[in-house]
């Protein structure tokens, strides 16, 4: 009886390898990158790629990796859809919460011209078609983190710390 079980032990880790190796399932994360000398923004997920063109509206400039948050939208008429950027801090040894640290008011994000107000900052993609391309490929991210994002200023009864679900990662080149 305990030769059997070991048997199956054994060459379980085998099977399951074998079979992973040869499997069609590829998790697959969103990798965004936005290249600066180009004013291009390119997204890369599961159900394929999209480049648009894109500028920077006054983001912190020491940061090159930004966590995207999940994808959040307005109803309404014209529904406005966006996704929050946490950046990684400068030590890495985490993340940011998505307030702009100079400016609390300010909400970092990746979205479209229509969103643009005093109360967003980011990466604007400048196309609301591109834009609308683009947030299908972000969004189809197959895999996701949650991960703890830290606010720059809190007062008394505020949170120190919020957990996030992170679908896919923004470099800026």
Known sequence: MFGLSYKILFFLPIFCLA?????TFSLKTTKCQFISAKNELFCDSYKGNKTCEAIIDSLPLNF?????????AT???????????????????GWWYYKHMREENKKMSLHSKDKVSKYNTGIVVVDSLCWNQMAQVIKSSSTFD????????YGIFAKPFYRVKMIGTLEIL
């Open 19 to 23: 079979f992973a190796k040869n499997s």
């Open 64 to 72: 090159t990796l930004f966590a995207i948050g999940e994808f959040k």
């Open 75 to 93: 109803a309404g008429q014209i529904p406005l859809t966006w996704f929050r950027l946490f950046p990684r801090k400068i030590d890495n040894t």
């Open 146 to 153: 949650v991960i703890q994002t830290e606010r720059y200023n």
